[in-house]
Nanobody, 122 residues
Framework: EVQLVESGGGTVQPGGSLRLSCAAS????????MSWVRQAPGKGPEWVSS????????HYANSVQGRFTISRDNAKNTLYLQMTSLKPEDTALYYC???????????????WGQGTQVTVSS
């Protein structure tokens, strides 16, 4: 059974940092493109970032470029999202998504995990 389990969310003040993790199982993680997607309350899904299988290539949405870093540890079957300089508009439910690269990840809900909540508030 394919499983994606996100963790690491929480409440943080503006300017703070969080690191999200996504533990993958049930498929060959090292062979699969991975992405992060988020959905804010009352808004549609938004692609955040994607990474290739080896971890050497990544792309980011303009809204997070320079603040977020995606990475993966294929030995641990885990995807990460390091988030810094967080803003209130980063508040959302964050999902990892498998098998899709780029903005299309925001349209493939069947490939997401259950999500982890990030709230940025003073």
């Amino acid at each position: 059974e394919v499983q994606l389990v996100e963790s690491g969310g929480g409440t943080v003040q503006p300017g703070g940092s969080l690191r999200l993790s996504c533990a993958a199982s049930g498929f060959t993680f090292s062979s699969v493109l991975m992405s992060w997607v988020r959905q804010a309350p009352g808004k549609g899904p938004e692609w955040v970032s994607s990474i290739n299988t080896g971890g050497g290539t990544a792309h980011y949405a303009n809204s997070v470029q320079g603040r977020f870093t995606i990475s993966r540890d294929n030995a641990k079957n885990t995807l990460y999202l390091q988030m810094t300089s967080l803003k209130p508009e980063d508040t959302a439910l964050y999902y990892c998504a498998r098998g899709v690269y780029g903005p299309a990840a925001a349209t493939t809900r069947a490939s997401w995990g259950q999500g982890t909540q990030v709230t940025v508030s003073s």
